[in-house]
């Protein structure tokens, strides 16, 4: 199993603003997953995160929007870059466990953009 | 369009009553997982169901995967309050990703 931690657990954000979102893991990991979780919405894939490379994005989802860095095998950060109110969301960072085929995810971070 | 529907969306009742949630897709899929979500945490991985028909145990919660590996239902004997909770169904498709395609979950509210 693989332990994971989000900062800022939540925030309130003004609209225009841009916030870094944290997520460090206790083990080293390949590949680490950005989700997004708006209200009554399924989870949805922001982007994966590599070492070593660009992120790779899904439809819909912009790296000018939503820059990743990953200078390591356990940590990542996801920027919610010029918020607006339709931002408001839970993000959450997540890692596979390939051998148990499961995903391990943060606590997640919710952002209020007013 | 979702891929994967799930039903009730919300859910509220008194604690030691049964129920049963569903996920269902005109996909198969490979593999069918269910996650429950508390307030202010990620999701936590409950069962995997990789072969249609499969019934899996967990304590109080049933498991099923569908015969054509389309669907899967979670039945909760008994509720509890610490039942409460958001259950997600997330599917892999056959040669597809390897990454899961999650429904949008029940809300789940047992009183006391």
């Known amino acids: 199993s693989a332990v994971i931690s989000q900062k800022p657990s939540r925030d309130i954000c003004q609209r225009g603003t841009s916030l870094t979102i944290q997520c460090q893991v206790d083990?080293?990991?390949?590949?680490m997953f950005w989700y997004r979780q708006q209200p009554g919405q399924s989870l949805t894939l922001i982007a994966t995160a590599n070492q070593g490379s660009e992120a790779t994005y899904e439809s819909g989802f912009v790296i000018d929007k939503f820059p990743i860095s990953r200078p390591n095998l356990t940590f990542s950060t996801l920027t919610v870059s010029n918020m607006s109110p339709e931002d408001s969301s839970i993000y959450l960072c997540s890692v596979e466990d390939i051998v148990l085929g499961e995903l391990f995810f943060g606590e997640g971070s919710r952002l209020t953009v007013l | 369009t979702q891929l994967l529907e799930q039903s009730p969306q919300f859910l509220s009742i008194q604690e030691g009553e049964n129920l049963t949630v569903y996920c269902n897709s005109s996909s198969v899929f490979s593999s069918l997982q269910w996650y429950r979500q508390e307030p202010g945490e990620g999701p936590v991985l409950l069962v995997t169901?990789?072969?249609?028909?499969e019934v899996k145990k967990l304590k109080r919660l049933t498991f099923q995967f569908g015969d054509a590996r389309k669907d899967s239902s979670l039945h909760i004997t008994a509720a509890q309050p610490g039942d409460t909770g958001l259950y997600l169904c997330?599917?892999?498709?056959?040669?597809?990703?390897?990454?899961?395609?999650f429904g949008r979950g029940t809300s789940l509210i047992v009183h006391p």
């Open positions: 997330a599917g892999l498709r056959e040669g597809g990703s390897y990454i899961p395609t």
């Open positions: 169901v990789v072969t249609g028909g």
């Open positions: 083990s080293q990991v390949t590949m």
